[in-house]
């Protein structure tokens, strides 16, 4: 039996399993993270150009710095992401750590065209995945999908450059942004260029809030047909468009107001969470990976990159995807709601006071030119507006909204008592410790305890785990 190229089901009358064939699909991350990359280096280096010709050290180096750093951890990423350390090509290698991204990413457009000229039976699969349905009036099914070579090499690519993507938003664009836009105001002036490199910066920091959700879906939910659709995509940009421009804001306004406690304020937020996940992990009494599932090496790369990229995007966002430093992938697969809805409020708590703090210590220009009153109501309103598209996100454009067993706005608005955290402690504690999921097949209408009601009728229970779930095979 061959699998259909087209992704159709193809069987045999013997009894064969049938097998869905892993589509081509065109590396859009790969092309939109090299894209955004190499358009925030070059206008960076125009802008350098500009502050050293006005005698502006300090801008200058902090430019320069926030183009540097992400770019050479970004290649070393891509360096020990591939493998290259093993083999034994320096000259390879010398490339990648010069041009690390535009040659991975001229790599993966080679892999794709020259997979799109071949055919299932000139390129046989060499891994077989598992995946179960989330379509409506199939949830629990489970298919098979074959993966080729150049399937899994384009996946490969693809999982590198989300991370990368991430590397470049929260260590370059982020802090490019804030720079840029406080260089404005202290200034009073807006250049193109700087107006340029603030346009591009937005862009990347946006777009990697959204690989964050989107590593988090794949991390947490690898298990299922994950498929975004574009009202999830709508939700998820302006979600995290709003979260971010509203906490560059914020912290813009309060370095204009307060500049020498800019560094302590987010210094304390790094901190705290950096050592979140360590807190966690020594609350739980956990140990680290074992060496056989995780090289001594890329497990002490992890412990020190992870937790601090960590705490860089939730410094401006939130990550989304949870540490757990005991698991052999160092990512927590249980949701958790309350952490969600604490990280918010918190958030917002914090932004209302910087506003505050720059209202109360503003300069005579500003208050003489800028509309005080109408800025900090715009903040507010874009920050309701983010959590808004969040909740909606989560409730009714989540691609594995199916399994999430009970309502999300309702359990991030309002449900803080401790008797629901009991209830989702106790729901939750029949997971296994890697983190696997079991997903029960949905029982006949005689066997439901209760058919009238519309959440046992429309959703799978995952905490109801036992004996007659189906195991999970892992996406590697």
């Avoid at 949701?335 to 209302?352: D, I, K, P, T």
């Avoid at 959590?387 to 989540?398: D, E």
């Avoid at 309002?414 to 629901?420: E, G, L, R, Y």
């Avoid at 229970?461 to 189906?470: E, I, K, M, R």
């Amino acid at each position: 039996m061959e699998p259909a190229r087209d992704g159709s089901p193809a069987s045999e009358d013997n009894g064969d399993v049938a097998l869905n064939h892993h589509r081509t699909r065109l590396p859009v991350t790969v092309v939109l993270a090299t894209l955004l990359h190499c358009v925030e280096f070059v206008i960076a280096a125009f802008v350098c150009n500009v502050y050293s010709r006005r005698d502006h050290g300090l801008w200058m180096g902090l430019t320069v710095a926030f183009m540097v750093v992400p770019t050479a951890i970004t290649q070393m990423v891509l360096v020990f992401f591939h493998g290259d350390v093993r083999r034994n090509t320096p000259g390879i290698l010398l490339a990648h750590l010069l041009l690390g991204p535009v040659i991975r990413c001229v790599e993966t457009l080679i892999i794709y065209f020259k997979a799109r000229g071949r055919t299932a039976e000139e390129e046989p699969y060499v891994t077989l995945l598992k995946k179960i349905s989330l379509k409506k009036g199939q949830v629990g099914q489970e298919t098979d999908w074959a993966m080729g070579q150049s399937g899994r090499m384009l996946t490969t690519h693809s999982h590198a450059f989300k991370l990368t993507a991430v590397i470049q938003a929260f260590l370059g664009s982020t802090p490019q942004l804030t720079l840029q836009a406080y260089a404005s105001v202290r200034e009073e002036r807006h250049d193109a260029l700087r107006l340029a490199l603030m346009a591009v910066a937005f862009v990347s920091a946006t777009y990697g809030a959204l690989a964050c959700s989107m590593l988090d879906v794949q991390l947490r939910y690898g298990d299922y047909e994950v498929r975004f659709g574009l009202a999830a995509y709508l939700c998820m940009v302006l979600w995290r468009g709003l979260e971010v421009a509203t906490r560059v804001a914020s912290l813009v306004l309060f370095a204009a107001a307060l500049a020498h406690w800019v560094a302590p304020v987010l210094l304390a937020n790094l901190l705290l969470f950096f050592l979140l996940p360590w807190a966690v992990f020594w609350a739980r009494r956990g140990s680290l990976p074992c060496e056989s599932s995780v090289s001594r090496l890329g497990g002490a790369a992890a412990l020190c990159l992870l937790p601090l990229l960590y705490a860089c995007v939730n410094v401006v966002c939130w990550s989304a995807v949870q540490l757990d430093l005991s698991h052999d992938k160092f990512v927590e697969k249980k949701e958790n709601w309350h952490l969600l809805a604490a990280y918010y409020y918190g958030r917002l708590a914090e932004n209302v006071l910087l506003n505050a703090l720059w209202y109360l210590n503003r300069s005579e220009s500003e208050v003489a030119n800028a509309p005080t009153l109408q800025l900090l109501a715009a903040q507010l309103v874009c920050y309701v507006l983010a959590m808004l598209f969040m909740l909606l996100f989560y409730q009714f454009c989540h691609p594995c909204r199916r399994v999430l067993d009970r309502n999300i706005c309702v359990q991030v608005l309002f449900d803080c008592c401790p008797a629901d955290r009991a209830w989702d402690d106790t729901s939750t504690s029949s997971e296994s410790s890697s983190g696997t999921r079991l997903l029960t097949t949905p029982q006949p209408e005689e066997d439901n305890p209760n058919p009238s009601d519309p959440q046992n009728a429309q959703h799978t229970d995952v905490s109801q785990l036992g004996d007659q779930g189906t195991a999970i095979v892992d996406d590697t």
